[in-house]
Nanobody, 123 residues
Framework: QVQLVESGGGLVQAGGSLRLSCEAS????????MGWFRQAPGKEREFVGG???????LYVDSVKGRFTISRDSAKNTVYLQMHSLKPEDTAVYYC?????????????????WGQGTQVTVSS
């Protein structure tokens, strides 16, 4: 069993930055691929990006060049650094884990989820 806890969300003005953290506990975190997803009101949960256990990353086009995912296996923590935030980035952000080496872009591929953290970008 893996437990995930996100933190770092908040209210920020357009153009600002936030860093989300996702701390994992319960199992050998370093063997898991991690994903970040977001869900805006009335919309489906969408893939933002992910990172493999070797720190290879993948991003959705809308965040490329603005968001960066990293992981610190010693701290069992994955980060989502967000720059140049836009109002359309407003959503609840979730981290997720899957016990495989590959990143997946669909929520159903992830077994473990955090509780989510709200990110609100004002215009």
């Amino acid at each position: 069993q893996v437990q995930l806890v996100e933190s770092g969300g908040g209210l920020v003005q357009a153009g600002g930055s936030l860093r989300l953290s996702c701390e994992a506990s319960g199992r050998t975190f370093s063997n898991y691929a991690m994903g970040w997803f977001r869900q805006a009101p009335g919309k489906e949960r969408e893939f933002v990006g992910g990172i493999t256990w070797k720190s290879n990353t993948l991003y959705v086009d809308s965040v490329k060049g603005r968001f960066t995912i990293s992981r610190d296996s010693a701290k069992n923590t994955v980060y989502l650094q967000m720059h140049s935030l836009k109002p359309e980035d407003t959503a609840v952000y979730y981290c997720a884990a899957r016990a495989t080496i590959a990143i997946a872009s669909t929520p159903a591929e992830y077994k473990y989820w955090g509780q989510g953290t709200q990110v609100t970008v004002s215009s």
